[in-house]
């Protein structure tokens, strides 16, 4: 196998699900209540509303015999962890940015139908830092195990292109554990979880 594929496959396999880094290292952390706050992360050039203060996990990836930025913004509130990966996708390799995006999407929508579980799309919004609404869509996507719905997800991804030439890859979600319903879109359309993704502002 070609080393160039090799390296994409490690890429994908290292970033596929940016919110289980969030998981190890954040499970054992305390489950703060609903304190709402601004973040502003001038280097990976967004801005954000968290419901509690998010740890910042960051390291390089390997992509095409360069390293990629990924950056992860991540809290736990009890069953449920926001998170923000970014990926800064330099000029010289930002046309694989939309391969990037297709392999991200498929690596979870593949792992959800290979459990049993289900996936829901919805046409959404958002607003750049310069309020300009742009589409986008949302997948909830439920994960089963032996039958049984074990984690709900939300999750979007939005790409931006800065001044510098740099694209960025946001893949913006809430996993949800310990689930009681099935019905995941209507969960996760909660306000508390919706000001979440409304909040969101890419330069």
């Not at 209540?33 to 390089?60: C, I, N």
């Not at 996507?141 to 074990?150: A, L, P």
Request: charged share 25%; hydrophobic share 35%; net charge positive.
């Amino acid at each position: 196998m070609p080393t160039n594929k090799l390296k994409e496959q490690e890429l994908f396999r290292g970033c596929k699900l940016g919110v289980l880094l969030a998981t190890i290292v954040l499970l054992i952390a305390c489950s703060p209540k609903l304190d709402w706050r601004t973040v502003h992360s001038p280097q990976e050039r967004y801005t954000a509303l968290f419901p509690g203060k998010p740890d910042k996990l960051e390291r390089r990836i390997p992509y095409q015999e360069q390293e990629l930025k990924q950056t992860l913004e991540a809290v736990k509130i009890d069953d449920d962890i926001y998170s923000i990966s970014s990926i800064q996708v330099p000029p010289n390799q930002a046309v694989a940015t939309e391969k990037i995006i297709t392999q991200l999407k498929n690596n979870l929508l593949e792992r959800a139908k290979a459990s049993g579980g289900m996936v829901v799309e919805e046409n959404a919004s958002y607003l750049a830092s310069n309020r300009q609404r742009l589409p986008t869509t949302d997948y909830f996507i439920t994960f089963k195990s032996n039958g049984k719905t074990q984690q709900q997800m939300k999750v979007r991804w939005i790409t931006r292109q800065a001044s510098n030439g740099d694209a960025w890859i946001y893949q913006v979600s809430v996993l949800h554990a310990n689930a009681k319903t099935d019905d995941t879109k209507t969960l996760l359309s909660k306000e508390e979880y919706s000001n979440f993704f409304n909040e969101f502002y890419p330069e």
